[in-house]
């Protein structure tokens, strides 16, 4: 841009730059990095000891240094993605030896339990009075060893390579089918909120279905630590254009009213086998997250403390 041209970019440098030191060339070019813009580097001369103009050698010089800037950005998103990528290989080792482990002992546990039940109740080893008291004993390992299975099915799930069909997803049918599937299971109402024109998605509707009612069960247990609230969950579904790239997503939003989450918890709640349940895997919200990203979505907390938790998932729109 020359001196005293009007643009949208000079308007900002004015705004960071002192009072009568405006107006003069300045310089932009953007940073690239594999074909995708990831920011711009501007110069302008009121930095040069002498007053001249920007020449397109300057420019050809910034050109080659953004190069370098974005070719340096974007090695550390790598370094960044891989770390990430490693350590969740090593959870997944992690709870795939733990899942064989306790898999080992619930059979055995289970075994046990089902012979202790045929010895007292089919083969009368005890009198009926004592039977009385054993039978709810009987009901309490029995229910114990339902739990732990669930526990170990998470682990598994947690481990197990996502396999995916991807095909032309509608985001408005797929969270009707949850809400009919989970329809008896829950004691409160659920607000969905849908838009009137289709909201389409490349995405395997099996695996959606499981990561949005497993949000809908973890928003359940959260709510079941609050008291005197009534317990409410708000599914909204939106396109809206999209917060870290050019075009639209398919914004689902899962809004709670239970406690929230701290700002302390937000930093690690899609980690795995964190929970601030006080009971769980802490795997749910770990699963859930790696088939958002499988479906080149994002998913965050953005609620406020004590007014309940939201948790937002975007994916890519498709026509």
Request: with cysteine; net charge negative.
């Amino acid at each position: 841009m020359r001196d005293g041209e009007s643009d949208p970019l000079r308007k900002l440098i004015e705004r960071v730059t002192r009072p009568g030191d405006t107006g003069r060339a300045f310089a932009s070019v953007p940073l690239i990095g594999k074909g995708k813009t990831i920011g711009a580097l501007v110069v302008d001369n009121r930095f040069l000891v002498s007053e001249r103009q920007i020449s397109q050698d300057d420019v050809s010089g910034l050109e080659a240094f953004a190069s370098m800037i974005a070719m340096s950005i974007q090695n550390a998103e790598l370094q960044a993605r891989l770390a990430e990528e490693q350590r969740l290989e090593t959870w997944k080792e992690f709870a795939a030896r733990v899942a064989h482990i306790i898999g080992t002992r619930i059979a055995i546990i289970e075994g046990v339990v089902t012979q202790l039940r045929f010895r007292l109740l089919e083969e009368k080893a005890v009198e009926a009075e004592q039977l009385k008291d054993v039978q709810p004993l009987l009901g309490d390992l029995s229910k114990g060893i339902r739990n732990a299975e669930a526990e170990l099915k998470d682990f598994r799930r947690f481990a197990a390579p996502l396999v995916l069909q991807f095909g032309k997803v509608d985001i408005a049918q797929v969270l009707k089918s949850v809400l009919q599937e989970v329809r008896y299971s829950l004691n409160f109402p659920v607000e969905l909120v849908l838009p009137n024109e289709p909201l389409t998605v490349q995405g395997d509707p099996a695996s959606l279905s499981s990561a949005f009612i497993e949000l809908i069960r973890n928003a359940q247990e959260a709510m079941q630590q609050e008291t005197g609230r009534a317990s409410q969950i708000t599914i909204t579904a939106s396109r809206e254009a999209s917060p870290t790239s050019p075009g639209t997503v398919a914004q689902i939003e899962f809004a709670d009213s239970g406690p929230g989450v701290s700002q302390e918890d937000k930093k690690r709640l899609f980690d795995p086998f964190f929970s601030t349940k006080g009971r769980g895997s802490g795997l749910g919200l770990a699963v859930v997250k790696n088939i958002i990203e499988q479906h080149q979505g994002t998913i965050k907390e953005v609620g406020l403390p004590g007014t309940g938790a939201r948790l937002i998932v975007c994916l890519p729109y498709t026509e």
